[in-house]
Every structure is written in C-alpha cells, then in structure tokens.
C-alpha cells in the first residue's frame, strides 16, 4: 500500500510541476532560439554543443539536473508573483499612484470608465421600466439581457468601482454576499471553503488556478523583454502576450472564478450558520443582519449575549 500511495504521490507532483513549468519551459526555449539567431545561428553554436558531448557523464546529468531546476525555480518565481501582478491588475497600485489616479481633474485615468458604466446604470434602468410596463421590443430586451450580464461584472455600489474591468470583476464578487446576506465574502471565504463539497471545491480550485496561470503567462510576456538585446522581436512579444492573455484569458477566467464563488455563497451559506451554531436567518427579511452579526462574531468576537446558539441537527 506504501507504494502505491507513494506512486500517487508523485504522479500528482509531476503533474502540478509539469502544469506549472511548461510556461517556464517554453519561454527558456525561446531564449535559447532567441540567442541562437543572434550568433548567427545553430551552426555557429555547434561546437558549445560538441563540448557538452564530450563532458563525463556525470557532468553531463549535473548541468542537465541544472537546468531543470533553473526552470522550476524560475517557474516557482512567476508563481510567487502572480497576487501581485494581480493586484496591481485590479487597480491596487502603489499608495502615490492611487491618490494621483484618484484626485481630481485630468489625472484621474479612469474617469471615463467609470461614465461608461454610469450611463450603462441608467440605460439598464430605462430599459427595465420599459420591460416592466410591456412596452419593450425583442432588440430592446436582447440590450437588457446584455446589460444585466455586464452589470454582474461591476460592484452595485458606483463607489467602489475599479480603475480596471479585472478589478472589478473580482470587486463584484467580494461586495455582493456583503451586501445581499451581510456575509464578509474575504473574511469569511477560509469558513465557507471548509463547509464545501469537494466537487464544488475541484471546481473552484480548477477555476483558480487556471485563472493564476493567465496571470502568469502575462508575466512571461513581460519577462521577454530581457531578450530585447537577442532580437527585436521580443519587443513584439512583450507588447502582444500580455494584451492578448489579458483579453481571452485573464478576463474570462476572472468571471468564471467570481461566478463560482458567488454560487458558493449563494448556495452553501447556510452551512456556515450550521458548523458555527449561529442561528439560521429566518427569511430573506432579516438575512442581512444575521450575516453582520455573524461575520461580528467570527472575526472579531463581537456578539449580541441574546443570541443562543442553535441546536445541532443529527
């Protein structure tokens, strides 16, 4: 049985390193192309090759088990990088940079994203009168189906908007427990994931890490800017991987991720009153403030003495 817990082991191991350094590893053979075009190619480059050949065979493994160890590190290096890259994609940049971009007249840079999504409120708000009262036609609902989608990707609080469409994505979901059940949605997301299923779990984690390695092949992108020297195309690649994985891929897998999460709440909340013995709300009337007197509770040990914990179930 050892041996087959210590094979599965591995097998998962080799799988999130192989997951993890692909990237690394393509971007490492590109450099290696990159400097092989800049000495005029690979028959210039023959003989470093020759050398290795000739090397022991030990000195031969140590410079291969070198090289693999250079990727996973620098692989394990975007990986500790990727929640600030992610932060600063939410809009969370340095203290100096958000007070600039948040004071007033031309320097507040994302000024018109915020007019794009006020006049998207009240257009949403004309067209759901008018899709109340009948009077709307079919290309006047497939507009609101549209801006009620859209509306979901920004906070319902025009205050707390991002300066970017991936902040406030993630603003969205975080804001929308608190404000529907009172729930602290970063404060108590560790409390709700121990309650999941773990299918549920699979999935949200699936969702995240593929959402982590877009925000890493970003990087990447920005790290090819160290082979500027090697070859002009790299400037190109610096430029276009970003934009492209920030588009179709950071994006997409944003929503996704804060669509899981959204659901996690919406459907599972209860199994926080239920594990902390807190009194189940009575109705959508009073959620609200049960869910701020739970949170209260949880993470800051404020409580009401009224309130009794319920009765296990089972």
């Known amino acids: 049985m050892g041996g087959k817990l210590w094979e599965g082991v591995a097998g998962k191991l080799a799988e999130r390193w192989l997951a993890q350094s692909v990237p690394a590893l393509v971007f490492w053979l590109a450099s290696f192309a990159a400097w092989i075009h800049s000495r005029g190619g690979w028959h210039a480059t023959l003989r470093p090759a ?32 990727t929640p600030a890259m992610t932060r600063l994609l939410e ?33 949403h708000g004309k067209l759901w009168l008018a899709n109340r009262d009948g009077s709307l036609d079919a290309n006047g609902k497939a507009e609101l189906a549209r801006l009620e989608a859209e509306r979901l990707r920004y906070p319902d609080d025009p205050s707390k908007e991002m300066p970017t469409r991936l902040g406030n994505i993630l603003r969205a979901v975080e804001e929308r ?22 299918d549920a779990r699979g999935d949200l984690a699936a969702a995240r890490q593929d959402f982590d390695r877009a925000v890493g092949t970003m990087i990447w992108g920005f790290a090819s800017l160290g082979l500027v020297g090697l070859t002009r195309w790299a400037l190109l690649t610096a430029v276009l991987v970003p934009l492209v994985a920030y588009r179709f891929w950071v994006l997409p897998s944003a929503a996704t991720y804060a669509d899981l999460v959204g659901a996690a709440f919406d459907v599972y909340r209860g199994e926080l009153y239920a594990a902390t013995r807190w009194p189940q709300p009575e109705g959508p009337k009073n959620e609200r403030a049960q869910g701020i007197a739970l949170t209260a509770y949880l993470v800051r040990g404020v409580y009401d003495e009224r309130v009794l914990f319920a009765e296990r179930k089972g």
């Open 91 to 123: 809009g969370h940049g340095p203290r100096w940079v958000n007070r600039v971009a948040q004071s007033p007249g031309r320097w507040g840079w994302w000024k018109p994203l915020g007019e794009r999504t006020r006049r998207a409120r009240e257009r």
């Open 177 to 198: 427990p608190r404000e529907r059940y009172g729930l602290d949605t970063v404060a108590l997301w560790p409390h709700l994931w121990l309650r999941l299923p773990s």
């Open 50 to 81: 020759e050398d290795l050949e000739a090397l022991p065979l030990l000195a031969q493994i140590v410079i291969v088990a070198a090289l693999i160890l250079g990727i996973g590190a620098s692989a394990l290096l975007v990986q500790r990088l």
